[in-house]
């Protein structure tokens, strides 16, 4: 009854993964093996009968187990988990990029990839920001000038896109392309199908694309404690309405980097304000590296939905090599 019971869990958590029946054949069988040799294993002409018993029974669980795990991690590489979605529309989402520039095409290329992953995962519940740990004024000035100019970026290219999905390509002039990218058109533009074309052009697109250009923002943080995590530390704590310093204040622990307790996190600016207090559901952290791929975010939302008894989500890494790289 035992070993009954161990092969319906086996076969639940196997089937919730998307385990092929091989693989269930394959734990029986090696599972059966493992009795036999625990069996093989003891030394019956000099060992009492109850004494081996309890030791086949031991080893047969600690090699079953061994087995059991290896063959579900195994099956959960090669096949990819079939993990239930949900509705996750209904929570929100943060890209958090940390910048610690040297350069000013440093910077540049952070954004670039910041604007590439927002784009590629835009709905009205994801935002991004770039916490920057700059501290002088003139490069801090910089990334703002570069914010501004992929916010610009971000603005044309929805005002473009909305004009051709509503039909009205030619009121962007010029060669305006009327290609709608067809992740933007589901969790965008579709939301406005009942809609006036006429009426969404001239009331609505130019307001929805003004915020969607809001949500691409830099913020700089006014300690350099714990380089990048505590920068994502601080950006947490924004994100709950907390605005003032009330970590990393021990100065025996944390000596010169340590800063005064009650002291703004972040220097003043609008995108501070509008982030204090958003309290997203979640953030995830990325890096100048890390590429998103596109409506990977919305479906992480969508995975995180359907376990809210899980507080964090997990995604997967692959090496990405492109032509050119090195």
Known sequence: KGSQKVD???LQKAERQGCPEIYLLLLKALG???????????SWSRSRLSLGIV??????ILYYSAVQRSLLALAALIVPPKLPRGEGSELSLLLSYQLSASSHQAVVVALSGMYEAFMSNLATNVSTVMVSSTRNPSKQLSELLQRDHFRECIYKE????GLAWAGMAGL???QASDHVDPLRREQLWSKFEN????LFVHSHLKGICRGFAREFRVIHRRSNVLGECGQFEDLLLLSAGKDKASTFCCKETYGKAARCHGEPLFERGEDVDELRGRRFDYSLRLGHDIKLPPGSAIELLSIAAAHPDCGAVQPGLTKSCELGDS
């Open 158 to 161: 929805l005002y473009r896109e």
């Open 55 to 60: 030791a086949v029974a031991v080893q047969a």
């Open 195 to 198: 809609m006036d074309r006429e």
């Open 8 to 10: 319906a869990k086996a």
């Open 172 to 174: 962007a002039g010029g």
């Open 32 to 42: 059966t093996a493992a009795v036999v040799l625990s069996i093989y294993n003891v």
